[in-house]
């Protein structure tokens, strides 16, 4: 019926990024490899925020697989002077500001309720926002150039576990396709293909974060700085950054690209939305606007700076509303499949973790395949052991993201418990990345991802949300508290009344610190050009 089948040493369902990235170092290590996509490239894909996490996950894998270009795409100073084509914005770090419905932004100075994390010392080894259509199409073009089978418009429907392996079918162009493997990967998104072939359960009651997202890519948007000249200068200027603008109904995101492009959408609460309805209902309507783009409107007249920033942006695309950003299975890995973060467990973009958490699962099922059990043709599969490791991991990631996530909710009606919550996660990411900068271990692609293997900032997510569901009254100053949790793991000199909420990345305070790292004065200093982004560059072959 389905005429002739082909066998590879591994499927990869979804050529975004990660599961293109993934092909192509399996494809190095001498499997063959199928990476089947049911659109085609270039398209439209949002997950656009990079971290210092994800920067160090390319770049191991680039010193490990040979793969230059994740080396150079790391940082923004390399992006642009190897990739200028592939567009992407440059994001020094995180910022933060509090809307009050009605009323503009209010800057009272070092008082206002603005906070400025900085992800970086410089522009050269700034972390960069990802124009996803560009650069999921140069890893897709990559992939094919290093011998992957790339297949699109591919709509699979059927995947048949058998003894030797796997056979996947479905339709090309409306022709019949099929293949057989020895191991599947998911690399798709909620609801994937593996998820429906093998009947893996949602695990959406676990959790606890609840949005939708508004969103578009706009032309025209203003910067911050031209709204509000007067605010004190931060550690960077501050549109140049992962900018989020919180108000009542949750939080706004806004991701400046270099060419001028902003990518804005708005993370809508339930109990936000309800209201946003509610306040329509009573007022008058032409019926000349769709549901979403009816929200967007309402939204940037209830917070006149948000207005005065899009007052005259033009939308690229119909603006969108989404069903429930949140997805989460029970399960991550079987005996021939295992799942890549987007196909397992999605939380909602406020803290920018899914491109570091995609990286990172990268890397550690590449490791799978390497420590893997031996095929008849010399190629390694991954064994359960490995996969149960991976799983474990991806569990603990996806809950502890989702704990950080929802206390910042919790917290968002008071900035100052606000910001304290975030420090919680700036201190989980700090210390990591100065700890696999410094002190880089070969196993450092299973380290848990925001401190979930870590004695002092495991927990910390899971009593932060039992502190802020409690009276303020009834317990001691939350932000107190947080500061001293944080302290045996604060190498950034976080939660310092004295910073103002504007945070730089500040070397000075690591190398005074060096002792909660484990290092001696003298090698916390010889590490500085690493973090400056002064050490030479790796020879590639």
Known sequence: MWGVVTRYDVAIVGSGF?????????????????????GAHPRFAIGESSTPLASLSLERIALRYGLRDCYQLATH???????????????????FYRHHAGEPFADRGLDSERLLVAASPNDHVADTHWLRADVDHHFVRAAVAAGVAYHDRVELDAMEERS???????????APFTLDTPFVIDASGANGFVARQMGVASALDRVETNSHLLFAHFDGVRLMQDILPSLPAGPYPDDWAAVHHIIDEGWMYSLRFDDGLTSAGFAL?????????????????????????????QLVAKYPTIGALFKNAEPRMP??????????????????WAMLPSAFAFVDPLFSTG?????????????????????????????AESLARYESLLEREGEQIDRLVAGAYAAMPRFDDFVAQTMLYFAAVSFAESRERLVPRDDDAWTGLFGVDDPVLADLPRESSSRLRTPRESHASFPAWVAAAIAPRNVAALASPDRHNLYPADLDALVARHALLGLTRDQAVA??????GMAPEPEFA
């Not at 939305?273 to 967007?296: F, I, K, M, N, Y």
């Not at 989404?322 to 005996?335: E, F, K, N, S």
């Open 18 to 38: 990660a599961g293109s990235l993934l092909a192509r170092i399996l494809a190095k290590r001498g499997l063959s490899v199928a990476l089947i996509e049911r």
């Open 77 to 95: 100073g390399r992006w642009i002077a190897n990739y200028a084509e592939l567009r992407r914005g440059l994001k020094r770090g995180f910022t």
């Open 164 to 174: 030797d392996g796997v056979q996947l079918a479905g339709r090309r162009d409306g």
């Open 269 to 297: 609460t339930p109990q936000g939305l309800a209201t946003l309805d509610a306040e329509r209902a009573s007022r008058p309507s032409d019926g000349s606007e769709g549901r979403a783009g009816r929200l967007w409107a």
């Open 319 to 336: 603006i969108a509303l989404g069903p429930r950003m949140q997805h989460r299975l029970v399960r991550a890995t079987g005996g021939r």
């Open 355 to 383: 491109i570091a958490w995609s990286l990172r699962a990268v890397e550690r099922l590449a490791r799978c395949f390497e420590e893997g059990v031996p095929g008849g043709d010399g190629s390694r599969m991954p064994n």
């Open 527 to 532: 590490g500085l050009p690493a973090l400056r």
